[in-house]
Each structure stands twice: as structure tokens, then as C-alpha cells.
């Protein structure tokens, strides 16, 4: 606000009165400020007594500061008294002070809002806030019983990168089911000469072993899947001896990814702790005294590189298909309630190529993969229709979305 300097003159009266002027100020708040305070902040009230405090000292002392005229009175104008410039001319003048009243209400306005949601402010400065504020929160998609007949479509905000706020952005799995809750059992019933009992242990188990090898935030973050291991069945050692042989020398030819996902905790960590699912199981007989689990799950990991400022976020996608069985001790070399795990595949997307360390690399947006170029033809990561034995590709896919 513009004022005009002291002449040393006496000043000349405004050409309406104060009691005029604040009418016209509350007639503008009442028009485009409703909810405006019509009275300063606290803290401009303690600034404007000190500020005359310093004044009416300087006047009782006679001092002049470097050498200028006595400075006009501190308090900041147009809080009380209105405008404090003049004019000679008094239509003009009337005309100033209701623009100024209306500009002064929209600012009082703008800086209660800036303090309530200061984010207005600075969400176009930083680049975030604003675009995810545009896309709506999903609902979450009921729990998958088949496999779908189609893939997911564009998901909503598409394009926009994701943030550590909301590190699903652009990704269909936005509206999936999160961590070990995405995981349901159907009913169980019997089969196979078992009880339904002895099938829903068997479903249990199952989802046991899908949390402690794809959710365990100790092995996500490279640790050993202790738990995961303990539900295997020791009386048939083959698979045992092999998870521990890849864990301890992994190579191509003896990969621990193909039943667990893990990170090198040095290079990425989680994004917060949600990790999207997607999936189902199923059940059937099998050998009489035997119950066969089958499941199909993706399972959809964020990630942030530690010290990253910019906290950029990247997606690596991990499909899993599992049968494992549960035996009948009775009639089979088994231990009662322990998995067999007879067969599994895997497909990762959004991963390193010809990198065998036993952990997942994921690419991060604005850099270039430094493996091995991919060999496969593209593939969509959530597109789920097909069973992973018609995908029989083998080697590293480019991925075309995540």
C-alpha cells in the first residue's frame, strides 16, 4: 500500500468521515469476504503497541534517527483508521478507498486461507499436492475368486509420478487390497479323503507362507525367511536344502527370488509399509489323503533409494503362482499340517536383468537400466488373465506400465 511522505504540513482531513469509511470496509467484507476477521491477528495487535511504545519514547526524548524527520506513527495503516494517503479531490477519493477496502479485505482473505492451508501456496512451488489432489481416493476392489477375463484399464492418474504419500499413483493396484488382508480363504470343505478341517489348515498355512515370503518386512529388507521356512515340511528336504542353498550363494541357476521377494536394504526400502495385492486361492484333492492348494497372486512393492531428497518413487511388480499340498501323515511321509511345495513360477517386472544376488533391483523413473538389456517381448505386469504356464517366455520383459 502506497502512502504518501510527510510535507511537514498539516494534514488535511479526509474528505469522507472514519465512521463512513468503516461502513464502506464492512460493506466490502460483506461482499466478497464472508468469513473475513474484522479484527487484526494477536500478534499484529502486540507489533502495533510496541511499535507506538517506540514512538512516544523517541517523541519524550527529542531524538531524530540519522539525522531524518520524526517518523510518522508506527502503527500500520488501515487496521482502524482506514486508508492513510489524501486526496484533493473527494469523488476520486471515495472512489480509491473503496477499491483499496475491497483489495484489502481479498488479502486479510487470502492470508487466512494461506495460514489454514499453506499448502495452496507452496504445493505449485514443490510440484506435489496439487495433481494427486485431483484424482480421488479408489474404493477397493472386492477380493478376486477366478482369475479376470481382462486387464485392468488406465488407472486414474496415469503419467503422474507417485510420491511417498501416495506411492500408487498411475497404477491400477491404487485400488487393490493391501498386505496380508488382500490375502482371503475360501470355504473349506472336504476333499480327497480330508476334512474340511484338515483343508482349512491346509488354506492357512498357504496364506502363511504367500505373508512370509512376499510381506515380511524383515525379509523384504534382505533377511532371512525364518518363518517362511519353518512351515515347510522337513520330511521332504528337497525343496529345504535348495531355498537354503540359493540364500546362501545365490546365482542364475539358484535364485531364492523365485519363491521370495527381497531388497538390498543399501540400495531401496519400502515407500510406508503398504504393499498392494491381488490374487486367489483355490483347493482340490489330490492324491487320496492329500489337499492341493493352488494360488495366483501379484504382489506390487514401492520404493525409494535412502538419501534420496527428491524421494523418488519406484514400483516393482512380483506374480506368483504356487501348488502346495498338505498330506496326511497317516498315510504319507509327511508332518502333519506342513507344506509341500510341488511346484512355482514367478514373473518379476520392473527388475534389473542378469542380476543374480538374491534381491530384487527396481529401475527408478529418469534413470537406465545398468543390466543386461531385456530379451522378452513387452508385457503388462497386471495383466493377469492368462495362467503363468501359457507364458512360457522365459528371460527379462520390458514392462509397459507399473
Known amino acids: 500500500m502506497n502512502t504518501v511522505p510527510s510535507s511537514g504540513q498539516p494534514e488535511e482531513q479526509p ?3 472514519d465512521e463512513q469509511l468503516e461502513a464502506l470496509l464492512r460493506e466490502a467484507a460483506e461482499g466478497g469476504g464472508k468469513g473475513v476477521p474484522k479484527e487484526p491477528s494477536a500478534r499484529a495487535r502486540m507489533v502495533t503497541q510496541r511499535l507506538r511504545e ?27 483508521t482506514g486508508p492513510a494517503w489524501q486526496e484533493m479531490n473527494g469523488t476520486a477519493a471515495r472512489r480509491r478507498r473503496l477499491r483499496s477496502a475491497v483489495g ?36 477397493v476392489l472386492p477380493a478376486e475368486t477366478a482369475p479376470p477375463t481382462a486387464a485392468p484399464g488406465t488407472a486414474a ?42 483343508v482349512e489348515l491346509a488354506l ?3 496364506k502363511e507362507f504367500l505373508v512370509a515370503t512376499n510381506l515380511d518386512p524383515k525379509v523384504l529388507q534382505g533377511g532371512r525367511p525364518s518363518k517362511a521356512m519353518a512351515l515347510l515340511d522337513p520330511k521332504v528336504p528337497d525343496m529345504l536344502s535348495e531355498l537354503r542353498k540359493s540364500l546362501r550363494k545365490p546365482s542364475e541357476k539358484h535364485d531364492p527370488l523365485g519363491l521370495i521377494s527381497r531388497f538390498d536394504p ?15 486361492l483355490s483347493f482340490e484333492g489330490g492324491e487320496p489323503g492329500q489337499v492341493v492348494v493352488h494360488a495366483d497372486y501379484t504382489f506390487v512393492y514401492p520404493l525409494v533409494r535412502p538419501g534420496d531428497e527428491a524421494e523418488t518413487v519406484a514400483r516393482t511388480i512380483v506374480r506368483r503362482e504356487l501348488t502346495l499340498n498338505v498330506a496326511d ?7 502333519e499340517g506342513r507344506l509341500a511345495v510341488e511346484r512355482y513360477q514367478s514373473r518379476t517386472y520392473n527388475d534389473e536383468c542378469g542380476v543374480h544376488d538374491g534381491y530384487l533391483h527396481p529401475v527408478f523413473p529418469g534413470n537406465s537400466p545398468t543390466g543386461a538389456p531385456p530379451s522378452g517381448n513387452p508385457a503388462d505386469p497386471y495383466d493377469r488373465t492368462d ?4 507364458l512360457a517366455e522365459e528371460g527379462c520383459w520390458e514392462t509397459t506400465r507399473t
Open 266 to 280: 543399501e540400495q531401496v526400502r519400502l515407500a510406508g509399509d503398504v504393499v498392494k495385492v491381488r490374487g486367489h
Open 15 to 17: 474528505s469522507i468521515s
Open 104 to 139: 484489502l479485505v481479498a488479502a486479510v482473505a487470502f492470508t487466512v486461507t494461506v495460514a489454514v492451508r499453506p499448502s495452496l501456496l507452496l504445493d505449485p512451488l514443490s510440484g506435489s499436492g496439487t495433481a494427486q489432489a485431483a484424482v480421488p481416493e479408489p474404493s
Open 204 to 206: 492357512r498355512r498357504t
Open 329 to 335: 501323515p497317516a498315510r504319507w511321509i509327511a508332518t
Open 157 to 198: 492418474g496415469s503419467g503422474l509420478l507417485a510420491t511417498p504419500e501416495d506411492p500408487f499413483l498411475g497404477s491400477p493396484a491404487r485400488n487393490w487390497a493391501e498386505g496380508a488382508d488382500a490375502i482371503e480363504l475360501p470355504e473349506a470343505k472336504a476333499v480327497g479323503g480330508m476334512s474340511a478341517k484338515d
Open 387 to 390: 495362467p503363468m504356464s501359457k
Open 54 to 80: 517506540q514512538d512516544e519514547a523517541a517523541a519524550r526524548s527529542g531524538k531524530r534517527r540519522w539525522g531524518r524527520k520524526p517518523a510518522a506513527p508506527a502503527e500500520p495503516p488501515g487496521w482502524r
